[in-house]
């Protein structure tokens, strides 16, 4: 049976080896554990921003049907007097007749400006979540050895 030999150079470069891996592996662990740390502070200031923007759409939706609901109150005002004015029944009938398609055609614009403004804030209130998840993504392929293989 023969021994093995062993010589101090093999050992030596076997724990270099050893020490560099496991110090390399203890940088990683601790970076990965700092992203990771921050994944709530993150998530708080996306639904912050969101809940920003959401609430500024939600104001000037507000704002606007308001106003719109003025502007047909006045424009009722108006149709009702031309009604009551008209000399005939057949001018108090197109009185009306332009009145309510004057205002289906503005409710229509109304709701149409209104979906638009709120598809538009949809959108923009997703992107922080957008942009944290594709962060988050990042970070956890980043963080994993499988991850990092894959590139």
């Known amino acids: 049976m023969a021994k093995a030999k062993f010589d101090t150079e093999s050992v030596e470069q076997v724990m270099k080896n050893g020490n560099e891996a ?3 592996g203890v940088e ?21 921003q969101s809940a920003t923007t959401m609430t500024k759409a939600f104001e000037r939706i507000n704002s606007d049907w308001f106003a719109f609901g003025k502007q047909q109150m006045e424009d009722g005002v108006a149709a009702f007097k031309a009604v009551a004015g008209a000399k005939s029944v057949h001018e108090a009938w197109e009185v009306q007749t332009d009145f309510a ?3 289906l055609d503005a409710y229509i614009a109304q709701a149409t400006k209104a979906n638009d403004l709120f ?26 050895p499988f991850g990092r293989a894959a590139e």
């Open 22 to 24: 496991m110090k390399h």
């Open 119 to 144: 598809m538009d804030a949809a959108k923009k209130a997703s992107e922080p979540f957008s942009t944290r998840l594709n962060e988050v993504v990042r970070d956890v392929r980043d963080a994993t």
């Open 28 to 48: 990683s662990m601790t970076k990965a554990y700092e992203r990771f740390a921050g994944f709530g502070k993150d998530g708080v200031e996306a639904w912050m």
């Open 101 to 103: 398609k004057s205002s």
